[in-house]
């Protein structure tokens, strides 16, 4: 039932906003009562932390190992994580649109956590840049953190148009912008 | 006043969110009544049609403008758009991410329109990458709307982080950003 409300509030946070979404509407959506609602979360601002959470811990555990990885290239590790944020936008894309919409609507304290993770997730897409500069795999007269925003901000877009459905799948997306951030698109 | 009324409810959308935002609100950090706001809004929906089709249309004038220019290549007209889209950022930043996170506040018919615009300016961008493939500068082994996707979309995520009075002025992260789309970051 936890993660059917989670669901149910994902759709309907993503369709009409969180503000405009009452945990009302939540539980009428569901046929159940405000008392199973509050069973699981201590209030819908709670609850839009934990599918924050969610999102942005899955991201990091993920992120980390790519780049503990032993044997491969620091190339190999830019595309398994462009790979990683671009596969998820089919099963995720809603949560993280409400991860990027909605931070507004967190409280002090869950703000604070939330972008303390954002941080650390786009800190080690840097490291990861930067240990590319160091092997000598990539150019290392540009900055490292411009080339993070760069590519991360790609990425991160494609949540905005990106269908899995549509007529490109997610690994030739990954590809491409690979070869746009390793080989530039001048002839 | 209308413009004053504009600003400060920009500034209150950006901050506490559209929905959070009451016209009352609005008025109260101004000090002036309510009928001061309904004398040039019908309501707060139409407002931030407003500010949004505000914030478009000068894009898409500057942008076609770009795109015209007699005598630039289509490598300095790309230079061109991306230096629009980031040094807007100080000005109107604020109205940039109202655009992004309140679209889902307007009415059906206010959000077709600004959707066309959005899609209009998107498919403008893809025009100038194909006109740079059919005139040799750009490698033409790509697609050219995901490559749109790409640029566009790390020029829009610099809405989310770029500061105009931090470390990197606005002309360097432009040809920063520039020099790996066009050149890649691979050694």
């Known amino acids: 039932m936890k993660e059917k ?3 149910q509030s994902i759709e309907l946070f993503e369709k009409k906003g969180f503000s405009e ?27 839009l932390m934990q599918i924050n959470l969610h999102y942005i811990n899955d991201l990091l555990d993920t992120q980390l190992k790519i780049i503990e990885h032993p044997d491969k290239s620091w190339q190999d590790k ?21 991860f990027f919409r909605e931070l507004v609507n967190l409280n002090g304290e869950y703000f604070e956590e939330i ?5 650390q997730f786009r800190i080690r897409f840097q490291y990861l840049i930067e240990q590319g500069m160091k092997s000598g795999e990539f150019r290392d007269d540009l900055r490292a953190d411009m080339m993070t925003f760069s590519i991360l901000g790609s990425c991160n877009w494609s949540y905005m148009w990106f269908r899995a459905d549509g007529p490109v799948p997610e ?5 491409s912008f690979l070869e746009v951030f390793l080989n530039g698109i001048k002839k």
Chains 1, 2 share one sequence.
């Open 5 to 7: 409300l989670l669901q």
């Open 21 to 47: 979404t009452s945990i009302q509407d939540i539980v009428d959506s569901l046929g159940v009562t405000k008392g199973t609602f509050y069973y699981y979360f201590k209030s819908k601002e709670q609850m």
């Open 78 to 98: 830019l595309y398994d994580v462009v790979y990683m944020l671009i596969s998820r936008i089919e099963k995720h894309g809603a949560s993280a649109r409400i």
């Open 115 to 119: 972008l303390h993770k954002r941080d």
């Open 171 to 175: 690994k030739e997306l990954a590809r």
